[in-house]
């Protein structure tokens, strides 16, 4: 069962991520908040890949749809025209490629996401040796 990308969104949005801090103050905040990033990371991971598999069964979908529009007949049974049917076909890979680009959007914010929690845990490891190594 597919939930689209507004549900996408939205469990994005409950993660917390947009106008998180970043707390170094201390060795076991500091702990706590990498922690919080790989927490969300693993999230954000599962949710692109549940788009992936969405995405993968719209396009199988609209190929099939395609094939039927191959395969179908006019009125009547009689043989619908090569126009007819490439027409019929545009309209449907147009349809399939806004569809799909609604969840690239969502995967896009996602893969900037996990690039910012990369860079945030490097930053995090890095306050944590510096304390570390000053002690």
């Given at each position: 069962m597919m939930k689209g990308p507004k549900k996408y969104r939205q469990q994005i949005k409950d993660l917390g991520i947009e106008g998180m801090?970043?707390?170094?103050?201390?060795?076991?905040?500091?702990?706590?908040?990498?922690?919080?990033?790989?927490e969300m990371e693993k999230i954000l991971?599962?949710?692109?890949?549940?788009?992936?598999?969405?995405?993968?069964?719209?396009?199988?979908?609209?190929?099939?749809?395609i094939q039927e529009v191959?395969?179908?007949?006019?009125?009547?049974?009689?043989?619908?025209?090569?126009?007819?049917?490439?027409?019929?076909?545009?309209?449907?890979?147009k349809e399939r490629n806004i569809e799909v680009s609604t969840y690239e959007v969502v995967e896009d914010t996602i893969d900037g996401y996990i690039s910012q929690i990369e860079s945030s845990k490097i930053y995090i490891m890095n306050s944590i040796q510096d304390r570390v190594g000053n002690t």
């Open positions: 801090e970043i707390d170094v103050s201390s060795i076991d905040v500091a702990m706590n908040t990498l922690n919080e990033l790989d991971k599962k949710i692109r890949h549940n788009i992936r598999t969405d995405t993968r069964k719209i396009r199988l979908d609209y190929i099939r749809r191959e395969d179908s007949s006019g009125l009547f049974g009689r043989k619908k025209s090569t126009e007819k049917k490439i027409k019929e076909k545009k309209a449907l890979i």
